[in-house]
């Protein structure tokens, strides 16, 4: 079976040929995604990190990214930008972190199964290979029904869940505990000025974000509908985009 992005602590699986790491306490399988995620893997760490990772207004090389002093990571993604996701595993003291970016641009979905956990970018990898039927949540089904999607972090079967935004998943694989927790939130607090001025706020963060995301001066693309979603980035950014 091919994975999107599949990952296990304690729990074997058959490997993809091509697109796997494994050490003494996980296992990675990505081979349907793309492109492929940064693995920095040494005798104190495993680090994983997926997408792209803004700090001070710059996109982080991965050399920058391997460079982390990951003692202070709990406090430095609050200060990070991006899309991205984060696995974390320390080899001595056997625990294991996950993190979501501000928007949960790249779903995880997990479960424990005692001494083992399983994270997922595909929740139909996961109910494909994982779900039995005694494990399928009917309320979650007639809530989707009804609502046309689903609320909170709760899937279509009991045991595995959906890791939302600004969120650190900790495992602890000595004690087998799991613990979830928001390390940020959003500001919903109003803006109490003037619709020209909220005009001009709006527009010159979307060119710092813009701007912050092309800062790698890689060749990016851009596919136009015709509407104003994607003709914003073009005239901010003229000469970027192809």
């Not at 007639?142 to 079967?157: A, H, W």
Request: aromatic fraction near 14%; include cysteine.
């Amino acid at each position: 079976m091919a994975y999107t992005f599949y990952l296990t602590v304690e729990k074997p699986m058959v490997p993809e040929q091509d697109f796997h790491f494994a050490n003494e306490t996980l296992e990675v399988d990505y081979s349907r995604l793309h492109p492929a995620p940064l693995i920095v893997d040494d005798e104190h760490k495993t680090l994983i990190v997926l997408g792209t990772i803004i700090d001070r207004g710059k996109v982080l090389s991965q050399d920058q990214i391997a460079a982390f002093d990951l003692s202070r990571i709990e406090q430095d993604i609050k200060n990070f930008n991006g899309q991205f996701a984060i696995y974390y595993l320390e080899k001595s003291r056997r625990h294991f972190h996950a993190f979501t970016d501000r928007t949960a641009s790249y779903p995880i979905f997990y479960f424990q199964d005692g001494p083992a956990l399983t994270c997922s970018l595909s929740y139909s990898d996961i109910w494909k290979r994982d779900v039995d039927i005694e494990d399928i949540n009917k309320d979650a089904f007639y809530e989707f029904l009804i609502l046309r999607r689903l609320m909170g972090v709760k899937t279509y079967d009991h045991k595995t869940q959906y890791l939302s935004s600004f969120s650190h998943l900790f495992f602890n694989l000595n004690a087998q505990s799991l613990q979830v927790e928001r390390y940020d939130t959003l500001d919903f607090e109003k803006f109490p000025h003037s619709f020209n001025k909220q005009a001009k706020s709006l527009a010159e963060r979307i060119k710092q974000a813009i701007e912050s995301r092309t800062s790698d001066a890689k060749q990016y693309g851009l596919m136009l509908s015709g509407g104003m979603d994607s003709r914003v980035p073009m005239a901010v950014k003229k000469g970027v985009f192809t």
